[in-house]
């Protein structure tokens, strides 16, 4: 029977409700991170807990916390944090991109690393029996190094050992093609629990389509960040994506990991934005709640149940 991992246990997928499939609560990130933006880091549990009741109090049921190992991840704050909402927490087991990988990421096998990853899908964290519910890899910026090959097939290995959702970093939305040749040659069935994430950087509704085309999850995560580029961008992508009839295969969350990104760091637009603007944006645009629904209750459910291996 197929249940979601949560930070406290699984769960009928029924039970999800409206999800975000990639945000951060708490992290720690590497220190080439930290050189490059401060803005980065979030330390805080208490602010976490502040901005996930924002999510829930404007109809959010479960939120992915894709914070990597090699980012910082805190599990303890995510239970303890679950322990306090009615929010669904999943954490992330896995590694982000090569620039941030630790030195001993780099010396292990392939191998080594999927035992490590299997071993925390299934017995939790170090000493802990607090579980991810979804595996991670990453590639840099129309690159993939070796050391994010490595890491790219271990996760596959992972998730042929468990049965785990994989989801992949794409630097501005690049190699996702690329990333899924690694998992296909590694046996991979790529409409089981994939997604590449990032792929509304690269606003290519060919691209897109090509990934979902192969069975693939396309994650978009860029919704308010007009820095990139306007939401009307974002809207044409969704909208396209459901013409071509890969409406089942679309993720949308914000990735609101930055302190300027939350309300309760005194930034935004927060956790609240997709569900209290984007959402009506797209319906005042033509779309309807079954596709909503579709987005952001079934792909979700669908995408992070497993039935876990022993």
């Known amino acids: 029977m197929k249940r979601i991992q949560t930070v406290k246990g699984g769960i009928d997928p029924s039970k999800l409700g409206f999800t975000y499939t990639h945000e951060h609560l708490v992290c720690y990130p590497p220190s080439v991170a930290m050189k490059e933006d401060p803005d980065f880091e979030l330390p805080h549990k208490d602010k976490a807990l502040a901005e996930i009741k924002l999510f829930e109090a404007a109809g959010g049921g479960c939120l992915v916390e894709g914070t990597a190992i090699d980012y910082g991840r805190s599990p303890e704050a995510y239970l303890d944090i679950a322990n306090n909402t009615s929010v669904n927490i999943v954490f992330t087991s896995g590694f982000n991109k090569g620039r941030f990988y630790p030195d001993w990421v780099k010396k292990a096998s392939a191998d080594e690393l999927a035992d490590l990853l299997t071993d925390e899908i ?140 939350l309300k309760s760091y005194g930034g935004g637009p927060g956790f609240e934005f997709i569900i209290k603007k984007f959402v009506n944006r797209l319906l005042d645009e033509g779309m309807n709640q079954e596709e909503i629904d579709q987005i952001w209750v079934k792909n979700p459910a669908e995408y992070l149940a497993f039935e876990l291996k022993n």
């Open 122 to 261: 299934r017995n939790g964290v170090a000493e802990s029996d607090i579980k991810p519910g979804i595996l991670k890899c990453g590639s840099w910026y129309n690159v993939i190094t070796k050391d994010e090959e490595k890491v790219t097939r271990a996760v596959a290995r992972a998730h042929l050992k468990t049965g785990a959702p994989i989801w992949i970093h794409t630097e501005a939305g690049t190699m996702g093609l690329e990333q899924l040749d690694i998992l296909e040659d590694e046996g991979v069935t790529l409409d089981k629990n994939v997604c590449v994430g990032h792929s509304d950087r690269n606003a290519d509704l060919w691209y897109h389509k090509k990934m979902a085309s192969r069975g693939a999850y396309v994650g978009y995560d860029g919704p308010s960040k007009v820095k990139y580029y306007p939401d009307s961008v974002r809207v044409e992508l969704i909208k396209g994506m459901f013409e071509a009839g890969y409406g089942e295969k679309l993720l949308v969350s914000g990735d609101m990991g930055r302190k300027s990104y």
